[in-house]
Nanobody
Framework: QVQLVESGGGSVQTGDSLTVSCAASGRTDTIYATGWFRQAPGMEREFVAV????????YYADSVKGRFTILKDDTNNLVHLQMNTLKPEDTAVYYC?????????????????WGQGTQVTVSS
């Protein structure tokens, strides 16, 4: 089992920066990749970014490429999502998810473990 806990959400203005973090615990040795997803009211959960648990390979959704950076703190089993130049359309609940062996995916259904989510609100 893997446990994931997000933190760091909040309310910001357009153009501001914010970092959300995901703390992983439990059987972290089984994690292949950790992804960030987001879900706005009335919308489906969408992929934001993913990072390999070892090696640091990353991949981003086009909508956030160049603005968001996903980083891993190997010492503390943390995965951060640094968000710059935030826009109102970035407003959503942000979730981290852990994919097990071989999972390198943008599909939410491929991930086995999820955190409870953290709200990010960007006002204009």
């Amino acid at each position: 089992q893997v446990q994931l806990v997000e933190s760091g959400g909040g309310s910001v203005q357009t153009g501001d920066s914010l970092t959300v973090s995901c703390a992983a615990s439990g059987r972290t040795d089984t994690i292949y990749a950790t992804g960030w997803f987001r879900q706005a009211p009335g919308m489906e959960r969408e992929f934001v970014a993913v990072i390999r648990w070892t090696g640091g390979r990353t991949y981003y959704a086009d909508s956030v490429k160049g603005r968001f950076t996903i980083l891993k703190d190997d010492t503390n089993n943390l995965v951060h999502l640094q968000m710059n130049t935030l826009k109102p359309e970035d407003t959503a609940v942000y979730y981290c998810a852990a994919g097990l062996v071989g999972i390198w995916s943008t599909r939410a259904s491929d991930y086995s473990y999820w955190g409870q989510g953290t709200q990010v609100t960007v006002s204009s």
